[in-house]
C-alpha cells in the first residue's frame, strides 16, 4: 500500500477544468484546449507522497525546467507556452505555473543513465546488465558507464514503481521508429545536459524524461533536469563504491529509513510528517542545485 498519505483537494479557478492531482504537480485545462500544469511543494519518498511540503520546491522545480528547457531548445521542442498565471488564480501559482501544449503522452519513462546506482545497481549486480543491456564486471555503485545508456521503463500510477523494460518492449508498444527516436533524442539531451553540469562542478548520474507528440512530432513535456528527475551529484565528492551524496531528497529518504522516524517502509502505515530541521536541509539542497546549475540567486 502506498499513495497519498492525505490527497489535496484541488484549487479551483474559473475557466479551469481540474484533469489531475500528480506527486507534486496539479494539472488543468483552459477554455482554449490548453494545458496548464502547477508544481506544489509536495514531496515523495518510497512511493508515498508525504503529509509535509518543502517551502519554495515548487518553485525551484519550475524555474529550473524553463531554465533547461532554454538551453536544450535545439534538440528537441519543449511544450511550454507561456508562465502566465491564469485569472483568477491564486497569487501562490506565480513562479510554478506553466501554460502547455497539449500532448498526445507516450506511456515511457525515458531514462539515460551515465552512472551505476540506484534499481540499475541492483539488476547489475544480479545480472550484469541495466534493463537487459550487458556492462562489464567490476562496477560498483557509483561507478561511471562505459557509455550513457537508455534503460526506458513503463509509466506507473501514483504509489506503484514504474518498471523497468527492455528497449524491445518500448519498440513493441510504441513502434519502432518512435523507440529510436526516444532513445536517440533521450541520450542527446543527457549528453548536453551532462556537459553543462560538469562546467559547473555537478555529475549528472541519470534523468529521466517524459515525451509527447504534436502533430507527429516528438516533443518533451512535463519537467525537465531537476533533483525531483535527476541525480545530481557533486563531483569533487565522487567516489565510486558507496552510495553518493546528492542534491535531492535524500535527506527525506535518509530520515524516514532510519529509526529516527519510527517508521517502518515495508509496513502499510503511511509515513510521519518531516522535522523542520529535515525540511530545511531538503530545501537548501533543491535551492543549491538551482544557484550551482544556473549561476543565480535563488530570491
Not at 3 to 17: A, D, N, R, S, T
Not at 107 to 123: H, Q
Not at 146 to 154: D, E, R
Request: hydrophobic share 40%; charged share 25%; glycine share 8%.
Amino acid at each position: 500500500m502506498s499513495g497519498f498519505v492525505e490527497k489535496p483537494q484541488p484549487v479551483q479557478v474559473p475557466g479551469l477544468i481540474h484533469l489531475h492531482t500528480g506527486k507534486v504537480r496539479d494539472l488543468y485545462r483552459n477554455d482554449a484546449g490548453e494545458l496548464v500544469m502547477v508544481a506544489s511543494d509536495r514531496t515523495s519518498a518510497f512511493d508515498w507522497v508525504l503529509p509535509t511540503v518543502i517551502p519554495d520546491k515548487g518553485r525551484i522545480l519550475t524555474q529550473l525546467s524553463l531554465w533547461w528547457f532554454d538551453r536544450l531548445a535545439d534538440l528537441v521542442p519543449n511544450h511550454v507556452l507561456s508562465t502566465e498565471v491564469p485569472a483568477g488564480a491564486p497569487a501562490d501559482w506565480a513562479g510554478r505555473t506553466l501554460v502547455c501544449r497539449s500532448l498526445e503522452m507516450l506511456p515511457v519513462e525515458c531514462v539515460a543513465r551515465g552512472y551505476l546506482t540506484g534499481s540499475g545497481l541492483l539488476e547489475y549486480d544480479q545480472h550484469r546488465t541495466v534493463c537487459g543491456i550487458a556492462l562489464p564486471e567490476g562496477l560498483v555503485d557509483g561507478s561511471e558507464l562505459p557509455a550513457p545508456i537508455f534503460t526506458p521503463a513503463l509509466k506507473a500510477e501514483v504509489g506503484e514503481h514504474d518498471e523497468n523494460v527492455p528497449y524491445e518492449e518500448i519498440a513493441r508498444r510504441v513502434g519502432a521508429d518512435t523507440a529510436a527516436q526516444l532513445r536517440q533524442t533521450t541520450l542527446a539531451v543527457y549528453g548536453r545536459a551532462r556537459d553543462i553540469a560538469r562546467d559547473r562542478g555537478i555529475i549528472l548520474a541519470d534523468t529521466k524524461f517524459e515525451f509527447g507528440l504534436a502533430d507527429g512530432e516528438l516533443v518533451i513535456g512535463d519537467e525537465v533536469l531537476t533533483p525531483d528527475s535527476s541525480r545530481f551529484w557533486p563531483a569533487d565528492d565522487w567516489e565510486p563504491g558507496r552510495p553518493q551524496h546528492s542534491f535531492d531528497k535524500q535527506f527525506i529518504r535518509d530520515w524516514l529509513a532510519s529509526s529516527a522516524s519510527g517508521w517502518d517502509r515495508h509496513s502499510e502505515q503511511p509515513p510521519p510528517a518531516l522535522p523542520e530541521e529535515i525540511i530545511a536541509q531538503s530545501r537548501a539542497k533543491y535551492v543549491e542545485a538551482y544557484e550551482r546549475l544556473t549561476g543565480q540567486n535563488w530570491a
